[in-house]
């Protein structure tokens, strides 16, 4: 099923030394940990907590595949805006179109897919009917 995201939710984040390499630009490897960051405030913002979704539904959510593209490099102490934002959405998954930017300059852009499991069986599981719903309404 296709989702149709009103607009995408936007998350700051300022670059800290320990996000930057040798060289004095984000680590690529850092990005993700952005985007995550993103996906989690949005979860949040919506008012789902993932530790809660664990204690009272028995469900994680975890990466089941990423895509992303480096574009331009951001760097120590620069303020950036991550968006996160659902281009598909399935009975058990969801993928997540994100983007870091600094102003309106696109640094860095990815497809994160995140399936939905069963705590215990670590075996894909339905996402709660109220947060599918929630989902659904997009952002």
């Known amino acids: 099923m296709q989702q ?46 993932q530790d ?8 994680i959510f975890v990466v089941r595949a990423v895509q992303v593209d480096y574009l331009r490099p951001a760097r120590f102490n620069e303020q950036l805006q991550v968006s996160a934002e659902i281009s598909l959405l399935k009975p058990a998954s969801l993928t997540f179109r994100q983007a870091v930017t ?26 709660p009917e109220q947060l599918l719903a929630r989902l659904k309404n997009g952002y």
């Open 4 to 49: 149709s995201v009103k607009s995408p939710f936007l998350w700051p984040v300022r670059v800290y030394y320990e996000d930057t390499d040798a060289g004095g630009v984000v680590y690529y490897a850092n990005y993700l940990k952005f985007f995550e960051r993103a996906r989690t405030e949005m979860l949040r913002d919506m008012g789902y907590e």
């Open 52 to 59: 809660q979704l664990l204690e009272n539904s028995g469900i």
């Open 102 to 127: 600094r102003a309106d300059e696109l640094l860095c852009q990815g497809s994160i897919r995140i399936a939905c499991l069963d705590a215990n069986s670590m075996r894909p599981k339905i996402i």
